[in-house]
């Protein structure tokens, strides 16, 4: 290869983007030596390494990640397949992934909402993937479907915020049953009688787990069973089921719900719907810590989860999963955090003093 000399040109050629081949010829290394400059954990010298970065500042350069991908099989790319954006919390939990993977010099491909499995997989295929994580509740079936597709095809899944029982993938999750428990603590500890719990499609794991736990602590107490009202995870959802729940001649004075989105559905039906006073004649908690439960015409009681910690532990998982580590099928469960508000008595009787 001919050396680059004082007077080598500095440019790509005039309405060209620069190629690693001009980069070499500039820098007078080869072709593989510029590529080794810009993967991550390849050998090549430090002096070497200076010499091919400065060559790419002069000229402009950027490495293309889709076509080292393509030559290596390794994209450095991880797809989140997250339908339910419209989840509140879900923008911050994007934000974070992005900003984790990115640290470790890894990019985010956001699947669109496709229409069957095989449409998932040929678009992670095509672009190459390292691999998923799944954090859809619904559609349940296309979710397993799609995991299924990817375990099969060797690309690392991860599932978030929830877990399949009958698939043997790995997940992070709330301790959901725990913060089940935590909320029947707290609204038998205030004196309430008539319990009731409003959830999501009742096959997702969240809804399965919130509520164990919510009974199960009510049991324990020698309280009757809660009332329950399903629908979708949406304000609509929980301000149907509020409506029904307050119009029964047994109404309760205590209500879980399943999600925060959920609880201030139910909020509006008791106070707009039913004229109640919250939380004099109703306590309402909610679960998942969404921005809006803050809200001053919300000010929500809710078991907040720990997202950053999650999301930590989801790119740990996926990251060891990629580089050829066992990833344990046995969910990995992080507490969630309550988060006392105005809409739920505490125990004791009295209302809390503030938000908190």
């Known amino acids: 290869m001919a050396k680059a000399g004082p007077g080598a040109k500095a440019n790509a050629p005039r309405g060209k983007r620069a190629t690693s081949y001009d980069v070499a010829r500039l820098a007078a290394v080869?072709?593989?030596?510029?590529?080794r400059a810009f993967t991550p954990d390849a050998y090549i010298s430090p002096s070497m390494r200076k010499k091919v970065l400065a060559a790419a500042r002069q000229l402009g350069y950027q490495p293309n990640a889709i076509a080292r991908g393509l030559t290596t099989s390794r994209s450095r790319v991880v797809a989140l397949f997250m339908p339910n954006i419209g989840n509140p919390i879900y923008p911050f939990v994007l934000q974070t992934f992005s900003h984790r993977l990115r640290s470790h010099g890894?990019?985010?491909?956001l699947l669109p909402l496709v229409e069957n499995a095989n449409e998932a997989l040929a678009c992670m295929l095509q672009y190459q993937i390292d691999g998923l994580v799944i954090t859809a509740a619904s559609p349940l079936a296309l979710s397993k479907a799609i995991a299924r597709k990817c375990l099969a095809a060797g690309i690392p899944v991860v599932l978030f915020n929830r877990y399949f029982a009958d698939l043997k993938v790995a997940s992070v999750n709330c301790d959901n049953a725990r913060g089940g428990a935590l909320a029947a603590e707290i609204l038998h500890g205030a004196g309430h009688q008539r319990f009731a719990f409003i959830g999501g499609p009742e096959e997702t794991s969240t809804h399965i787990d919130r509520y164990r736990g919510f009974a199960d602590r009510l049991r324990a107490f020698g309280a009757a069973a809660p009332l329950i009202e399903t629908g979708p995870y949406t304000y609509d959802g929980g301000h149907g089921a509020g409506m029904r729940l307050f119009a029964r001649r047994d109404r309760p004075d205590a209500i879980f719900c399943a999600n925060d989105v959920l609880a201030i559905g139910a909020l509006d039906a008791a106070r707009v719907g039913h004229g109640?006073?919250?939380p004099r004649d109703v306590s309402i908690i909610g679960f998942d810590?969404?921005?809006m439960a803050a809200w001053a015409g919300n000010d929500l009681t809710t078991i907040a989860l720990r997202l950053v910690a999650m999301v930590e532990s989801t790119v740990e998982v996926l990251l060891r999963a990629i580089d050829g580590q066992r990833a344990g099928s046995e969910p990995i469960r992080i507490?969630?955090?309550?988060?006392?508000r105005k809409s739920a008595r505490m125990p004791g009787g009295s209302l809390p003093a503030a938000s908190t």
């Open 30 to 35: 080869s072709q593989s030596a510029v590529s």
């Open 335 to 340: 507490p969630g955090d309550l988060v006392i």
């Open 276 to 278: 109640l006073q919250v």
């Open 106 to 109: 890894r990019q985010i491909l």
């Open 289 to 291: 810590g969404a921005p």
